[in-house]
T-cell receptor, first 111, second 112 residues
Framework: AQTVTQSQPEMSVQEAETVTLSCTYD???????LFWYKQPPSRQMILVIR??????QNATENRFSVNFQKAAKSFSLKISDSQLGDAAMYFC????????FGEGTQLTVNP | NAGVTQTPKFQVLKTGQSMTLQCAQD?????MSWYRQDPGMGLRLIHY???????DQGEVPNGYNVSRSTTEDFPLRLLSAAPSQTSVYFC???????????FGPGTRLLVL
């Protein structure tokens, strides 16, 4: 069975600073994707970044980047130059035989 | 494109009532799925479909039925609502496989 664990229920960061959200997963699949989704108070699920497991290069999207450690089954999200609009619940997810989500990390951005 | 749409946005049911949550997508996606979101538990897969006429169970299927008669629509039926089904329900679609999911806005369901 696939499991995804986010060990930080809450995180906070000062505006303009950098924060890293942690995620570990466990799977027997050899081919899979990893995702970070953002859920603001509007409840809409928004894709932040995606990583294909077969790619060694870490994905980046503007201020968002990941540190993908396949052997350690770790997939952390780094947000640089944090903005007030980054405040949201962040979910890590892993695909394989199906899509499995972590419990989420609530990120607060302080002005 | 409207993307993935869900109706209603909010619904209150009494225990034992039945209802259907509607989901539609206009992106010609093959995969569609239903999730429920409960506090502290992330999103859990209820049922999914890999194409018209094909459905399968997810992690928490009990108490829910689905069917997929067209590519566009994937309704979720609650047969006899229970308070444990109070949750936020999300529908999602993807081009194929468990790739990037496109989510609807969610339906908040309260069962009294």
């Amino acid at each position: 069975a696939q499991t995804v664990t986010q060990s930080q229920p809450e995180m906070s960061v000062q505006e303009a600073e950098t924060v890293t959200l942690s995620c570990t997963y466990d799977t027997s699949e050899s081919d899979y994707y990893l995702f970070w989704y953002k859920q603001p108070p509007s409840r809409q699920m928004i894709l932040v970044i995606r990583q294909e497991a077969y790619k060694q290069q870490n994905a980046t999207e503007n201020r968002f980047s990941v540190n993908f450690q396949k052997a350690a089954k770790s997939f952390s999200l780094k947000i640089s130059d944090s903005q007030l609009g980054d405040a949201a619940m962040y979910f890590c997810a892993q695909s394989g035989s199906r899509l499995t989500f972590g419990e989420g990390t609530q990120l607060t951005v302080n002005p | 494109n409207a993307g993935v749409t869900q109706t209603p946005k909010f619904q209150v049911l009494k225990t034992g009532q039945s209802m259907t949550l509607q989901c539609a997508q206009d992106m010609n996606h093959e995969y569609m799925s239903w999730y429920r979101q409960d506090p502290g538990m992330g999103l859990r897969l209820i049922h999914y479909s890999v194409g018209a006429g094909i459905t399968d169970q997810g992690e928490v299927p009990n108490g829910y039925n689905v069917s997929r008669s067209t590519t566009e629509d994937f309704p979720l039926r609650l047969l006899s609502a229970a308070p444990s089904q109070t949750s936020v329900y999300f529908c999602a679609s993807s081009i194929g496989g468990w790739e990037t999911q496109y989510f609807g806005p969610g339906t908040r369901l309260l069962v009294l």
